[in-house]
């Protein structure tokens, strides 16, 4: 049984681009969660969703973050116009229906912003 | 609202001496805790949770803790270090029982732990 895999593993845009982050939850997980890890800091939880559904968006940014997680696919946090304090790890993590304590997290994407 | 405090940003031990990793907690009503390891440009690993059973947990690879109601305290501890162990640990809480807010998990800022050889 794979684990929640997250791709790519290290992400590097310029200043004004757009990065794509995608997320594939363990096999069974219908919840999909989005951590922010900055340089020497703990993570901060960002989004929750289920399929086709936002259940907390609380911890996005109000500007340029959006997340999604399709019917069909994996989860994608989308960053527009990405800025040098956008540069962190982005941590994926999902739980199955009924145990939104039990998440088990990805590997994350490193995103550099030059 | 809850929060987490790691009193510890760096602990350093010798191999073979016992770990202390302290974190304090602050939640509204009965919280989930948990201990996550970081281990370097990799993802979390589940070390161990507490979720209202016995007060004393013990999880993988020798660590345990200790949920202290009256401290709000759930201290890391393993008996032995070894050098795999040298890692970032992440305290964690958990409130999903508040009604509202945030359904993920809180990150306190994180421990690293050094050991020495």
């Known amino acids: 049984n794979a684990g929640v895999m997250q791709n790519p593993r290290h992400l590097v845009r310029r200043r004004g681009q757009e990065a794509r982050l995608r997320c594939s939850p363990m096999k069974g997980h219908s919840h999909v969660y989005w951590y922010r890890q900055l340089p020497e800091e703990g993570l901060k939880f960002m989004v929750y969703?289920?399929?086709?559904?936002?259940?907390?968006e609380s911890g996005m940014p109000k500007e340029r973050f959006s997340a999604e997680f399709p019917k069909e696919g994996p989860s994608i946090l989308r960053i527009q116009q990405v800025v040098r304090g956008d540069s962190a790890a982005y941590f994926c993590a999902s739980s199955p229906l009924g145990y939104p304590d039990t998440q088990y997290f990805g590997p994350g994407t490193r995103l550099t912003v030059l | 609202a809850q929060s987490v405090t790691q009193l510890d940003s760096h602990v350093s031990v010798s191999e073979g001496t016992p770990v202390l990793l302290r974190c304090n907690y602050s939640s509204s009503y009965s919280p989930s805790l948990f201990w996550y390891v970081q281990h370097p440009n990799k993802g979390l690993q589940l070390l161990l949770k507490y979720t209202s059973a016995a007060t004393l947990v013990k999880g993988i690879n020798g660590f345990e803790a200790e949920f202290k109601k009256s401290e709000t305290s759930f201290h890391l501890t393993k008996p032995s270090a070894h050098m795999s162990d040298a890692a970032e640990y992440f305290c964690v809480v958990s409130d999903h029982n508040s009604g509202g807010g945030a359904d993920g998990l809180t990150f306190g800022k994180g421990t690293h732990l050094i050991i020495q050889p």
């Open positions: 969703l289920q399929k086709e559904n936002i259940i907390d």
